[in-house]
């Protein structure tokens, strides 16, 4: 296959027109050259039944005859591909249609081995519309405390999100998705490949997604069990700077535990962010204004003061 022929990945599950949606703004790119792997996580006779109509030979659809999970449904499609480049799609998100072009230009811009290409997303909700993240990681700045510190109290600051992540396929045959994970096979995955030598994330300053989010639909990372988030934590805190660790639970982990009301976790979320992180005052004050302040008058602040994205 030629150098510029990129595989999409697409795992879906019960999402007929969702998924169908995703394709079509894959069919939209400026640029031509793509395959879209759609993997189903499980028999689904409506999502088969919905992508049969596609008549564009670019389309390739997998069925699973079990669920296996959303990392090993996207390792499954790299496993199929053909490009010399991936990218994925979540099944509920969409493309702006210069999205491929963009990214593959900036990837060719560099001289990284193993060069990973982000953008801008506009996260929509029912609040309204947001340009996300609101800003770039800095060149010497580690992965790790630009997805975890923020700089602001409101999330949206920083951002790695998978419908965003465009990559060389040999990087995603050395580094897969962690098998089985459930939750944060985005950042998860960019931990590991941040370890590789020859790896450098850049980022396109400027919208190409419409990400999805608030929507009312019930996912695995909207809810609040923070427990196993805890455990994932733990488990990569080799990963992590210290401070790192310590804006992770000030800002993801502390967010799903307020939820519950119970002021023990907090205290023991405390402990756990000086014990093995470094908090400064940002990420104190961040996770004291998250149990002090109820979720609803966080978004309401949050839409009265960001710009919305222009309609």
């Known amino acids: 296959m030629p150098n510029d022929f990129i595989s999409v990945v697409i795992p879906t599950r019960g999402r007929p027109e969702l998924v169908t949606r995703a394709v079509e703004s894959v069919l939209s790119q400026t640029h031509r050259e793509v395959e879209i792997l759609v993997v189903i996580d499980g028999p689904c006779a409506e999502t088969t039944q919905s992508l049969a109509k596609i ?18 449904t996207r390792n499954l499609g790299v496993q199929h591909a053909h490009g010399s480049w991936i990218a994925f799609l979540d099944d509920d998100d969409e493309w702006m249609p210069a999205k491929l072009e963009r990214q593959l230009a900036l990837a060719r811009a560099t001289e990284d081995f193993y ?3 982000s953008c801008k997303v506009i996260a929509s909700s029912p609040s309204g519309q947001f340009v996300w993240p609101r800003r770039l990681p800095s060149s010497s700045e580690p992965i790790c405390e630009y997805l975890f510190n923020r700089k602001s109290l409101f999330k949206g600051e ?11 396929r040999k990087l995603l045959e050395i580094v897969p998705f962690t098998s089985g994970l459930k939750r944060f096979q985005d950042y998860d ?6 370890e590789m030598e020859g ?15 608030e ?6 990372s909207n809810r609040n069990d923070w427990t196993p988030a805890l455990e994932w934590l733990r488990s990569n805190r080799s990963r992590m700077t210290r401070r790192a660790y310590a804006g992770f639970i000030s800002a993801s982990l502390a967010q799903q535990a307020s939820a519950q009301g119970d002021w023990r976790v907090a205290w023991q979320l405390l402990k756990e962010m000086f014990r093995n992180g470094r908090p400064g005052y940002m990420e104190i004050s961040l996770f004291t204004a998250i149990w002090m302040t109820p979720t609803s008058l966080r978004r309401w602040l949050r839409t009265l003061l960001h710009p919305k994205a222009a309609q």
């Open 215 to 220: 929507s009312g639909r019930e996912s695995i």
């Open 189 to 194: 995955w960019c931990l590991r490949a941040a």
């Open 199 to 213: 790896v450098q994330f850049h980022f396109v300053p400027e919208p190409l997604v419409t990400w999805h989010i």
């Open 158 to 168: 920083s951002l790695l999100q998978t419908s965003t992540l465009f990559a060389p």
């Open 115 to 117: 060069p990973v290409i």
């Open 55 to 72: 008549t564009d030979a670019r389309l390739r659809v997998i069925e699973l005859p079990a669920p296996v999970g959303g990392s090993d």
